[in-house]
């Protein structure tokens, strides 16, 4: 697609819009999910694939990890994502012939992913060798209303000559063959046959298979049954094994003839349960799958959706292509969540198996915020999978040497599973991160820290930050040896983005033990330690250079050597063209990192602080993480750069349909996914929270004439529509209470017959448009 077209579909993703290398980067955008199972966007005779797979949250295997040397503390298991039994391979002969687009190219194919519909549809027509003429559709769907069904609807027809068809449809265990990038043979052993077989069965239409992991003993449970519609003559059966269901329905068609069915699935999975209870949960599933039927599954689909899209929807006036791709983004965060339960959120969601399925503190910085505003009940299940891991993470602080509670960098169980401690255990930001998630949520929705769990993670954070501060003899409190979100800068003294995030820990902590002093009272926490978390949060340290008058990212960080960027300015990503001793060393920036402060801490900077400080690391900043430019997209629209904006936002928009990153192929990046939305919502509509109020400083970048976006503040739906006359805020339910709301720094207030406007504000930036380093345009 390009930048200049404007006759994208607004709710659809077609696969011949785009030119995807290899099938590998098509099955993570067409893969459908919904936060408990998720199936990759293979083609449904499974050929050609790179990596096909059904997986479910919280499903992994357990791994050695091994170390050249070994100190203390070091994660002895790795968890990786695993595929469960995949039920989406359905394979055609035709007179003896199989299906294979490789070999009989079609004369038609398109599949088309709709965001209203939430189905994956295709249409392929093909004259087989013999020259029979063949059409084949095929609908496929993972409910977002009932958590363990997948469905397919799967027809084929004989155009125009009589023909003898066979179609097979699977059912199978441990064939999914998951890309580890890892040497170590202990691991592969893990990893390539992770079930073992409690027991299977079959009956004429279906059958079930019941297994459990070997290491980490997570018993899984699938079924799978077709309602088959058949000319007279077929016939179908069904056999299988342990590890398989294969059902096999054959017909001769006469032209104009179809056959075909409507196959379920349903996954059930569970770490205490037995295996009788697990058949019983997914034959239970299965039940209610085929009651609703077809027609009731994808009913309930849509009325989902629609329900979704009225608090949720984007458009984009002048951009066409960018509208569509921020509304992709947003079905792909539903998706991971709709029917969360139990179970981490993972980076790649249940899209593919890249980062091993591992969730990072990206999903609480990132996707958190943005399903707090847009779909709060998955926020809700996030965060409470989180504080469920509270106790491992009191664990993890006590080998660490600190008090209170230390998350996981990376995990699918709550343990650490990182084996480089410098961009893990001493990224220690994450911590925070996690905490101000909770913090939000319970702002903008209106319910208690309690109901979530989030006192307990706001205390226990606190706690780490107390007893890891170091209090200098000018009385000021420092934080050494941790590292940033700039993976490129490791294991430094005082970086501005976690000290001052560490301080709105400490400060929200004290906050809520103010708010509720019967749980400080449970937690032990007196008046003299909340009293000494503000005080080390009123005297955080942060570094500033008068000279250049910029903050460091960490403290020296202007004096470091520049990066030379002249002599091989292609050699990108830098950690891949030179060794971490150089970097570190060095001014050059993998990911926003003082920028992502002058956005989530934008009252610990002036504005004009802001402006130079964006301005100098914007020269230094190489964006080698798809986290970048969601955060450099909101600090160019706050300082006045919007069509730098513009651009960054469009850069994070189309991360996976344009494969950005050139890793696609590995699952969509859920979180630049979220960056996506809230780089329109809180750079070009200028959204923060401040004072438990909202506030808005809506642009328009010359290229657009109208940005407009819906969320959800404490039980209300609100519109936002800006367009060059100006914004008009509306609360979008009857007899809705009224909202205070501040524009441009002028207090409204919101009531359902009365809509707030505001005329458009042209910025006029205070600094020139910054350069970025050879080669590290936005792209576009």
């Avoid at 706690?463 to 000021?476: I, K």
């Avoid at 629209?637 to 950005?660: C, K, N, P, W």
């Amino acid at each position: 697609m390009s930048n200049s077209s404007c006759d994208a579909h607004p709710w659809r993703v077609d696969e011949s819009s785009f030119s995807w290398d290899g099938p590998g980067i098509a099955e993570s955008v067409f893969a459908l999910a919904n936060g408990y199972v998720g199936v990759r966007g293979t083609l449904d005779e499974a050929q050609p694939s790179l990596s096909p797979g059904t997986f479910m949250a919280g499903v992994y295997e357990c791994h050695p990890l091994s170390y050249p040397e070994e100190s203390y503390g070091y994660p002895e298991h790795g968890q990786a994502i695993i595929g469960v039994a995949d039920g989406t391979a359905i394979r055609l002969q035709v007179n003896g012939v199989p299906l294979d687009i490789r070999e009989t190219p079609p004369e038609y194919h398109e599949r088309t992913l709709d965001l209203r519909s939430g189905t994956l549809r295709r249409e392929t027509q093909w004259v087989t060798p013999a020259g029979q003429r063949m059409r084949l559709v095929s609908t496929r769907l993972v409910s977002l209303t009932q958590r363990s069904v997948t469905a397919i609807r799967y027809e084929i027809e004989a155009v125009d000559y009589a023909v003898h068809a066979v179609i097979r449809s699977d059912l199978v265990v441990n064939g999914t063959a998951l890309r580890v990038d890892n040497a170590d043979p202990r691991v592969a052993h893990a990893l390539e046959q992770p079930f073992r077989s409690w027991f299977g069965r079959c009956h004429e239409t279906g059958g079930l298979l019941v297994h459990s992991t070997r290491g980490s003993l997570i018993g899984v449970a699938a079924a799978v049954d077709h309602d088959v519609h058949i000319p007279e003559g077929g016939h179908i059966s069904t056999h299988g094994d342990d590890d398989q269901v294969i059902t096999t329905v054959v017909a001769d068609l006469r032209p104009g003839e179809k056959v075909g069915f409507t196959k379920y699935l349903c996954h059930v999975r569970s770490s205490d349960d037995d295996p009788a209870d697990l058949e019983a949960q997914v034959l239970a599933a299965l039940d209610g799958a085929r009651e609703r039927g077809w027609e009731g599954l994808t009913a309930d689909q849509q009325s989902f959706l629609d329900r979704f899209w009225d608090g949720a929807d984007v458009e984009v006036g002048g951009d066409a292509e960018l509208q569509l791709a921020i509304r992709f983004n947003l079905f792909q965060v539903l998706q991971a969540s709709a029917c969360l339960s139990r179970a981490p959120i993972g980076a790649k969601a249940l899209t593919g198996s890249g980062y091993s399925g591992h969730t990072f503190w990206d999903i609480e910085g990132f996707v958190a915020p943005t399903l707090t505003l847009l779909y709060p009940e998955g926020a809700a299940h996030l965060l409470r999978w989180r504080a469920s891991t509270l106790e491992t993470a009191r664990e993890r602080a006590e080998v660490l040497g600190v008090k209170g509670a230390s998350f996981a960098w990376r995990t699918i169980n709550g343990h650490e599973a990182s084996a480089y401690w410098p961009a893990s255990s001493a990224a220690v930001h994450l911590n925070a991160t996690i905490a101000l998630a909770f913090n939000f949520y319970a702002l903008a929705t209106g319910t208690t820290l309690t109901a979530i769990n989030g006192f307990d993670v706001l205390i226990e954070t606190a706690r780490m930050w107390a007893s890891t501060v170091h209090q200098d003899d000018d009385g000021l409190f420092h934080l050494f040896g941790v590292t940033g979100p700039d993976e490129y800068t490791g294991v430094v003294d005082d970086n501005v983005f976690t000290n001052l995030m560490a301080q709105r820990n400490l400060k929200a902590a004290a906050a809520a033990c103010e708010a509720y002093p019967q749980h400080a009272e449970r937690f032990d926490v007196s008046p003299l330690e909340i009293g000494t978390w503000r005080g080390m949060a009123d005297s955080v340290y942060v570094p500033y250079d008068a000279s250049l008058g910029i903050h460091p990212a960490n403290e020296r960080f202007t004096t470091y050597r520049e990066w030379d960027f002249a002599t091989d300015p292609g050699a990108y990503p830098v950690q891949e063209h030179a060794h971490y001793v150089k970097i570190y060393r060095r001014q050059v920036i993998k990911q926003a990192d003082l920028v992502l402060a002058l956005w989530w801490c934008f009252d610990a900077f002036t504005a004009t602080q802001t402006a130079r400080n964006f301005s100098y690391y914007e020269q230094r900043t190489v964006r080698d993480s798809s986290l970048s430019a969601t955060a450099q997209s909101v600090v160019a629209a706050r300082v006045g750069h919007l069509d730098l904006a513009l651009s960054y936002l469009r850069e994070t928009a189309f991360i996976d349909l344009r494969d950005v990153e050139g890793n696609s192929h590995q699952g969509v990046h859920l979180a630049a996914c979220s960056g996506s939305w809230l780089a329109l919502v809180s750079g070009l509509g200028g959204l923060r929270a401040d004072d438990e109020q909202l506030h808005l400083a809506p642009r328009l970048p010359d290229k657009l004439h109208r940005i407009a976006f819906r969320l959800r503040w404490r039980g209300q739906r609100i519109g936002v529509d800006t367009t060059r006359s100006g914004t008009t805020v509306r609360l979008l339910d009857e007899g809705g209470q009224k909202v205070p709301i501040w524009i441009d720094g002028t207090l409204r207030v919101l009531t359902a017959t009365h809509p707030v406007t505001s005329p458009l504000i042209v910025p006029h930036p205070t600094t020139e448009p910054p350069r970025q380093p050879p080669g590290r345009e936005p792209r576009d």
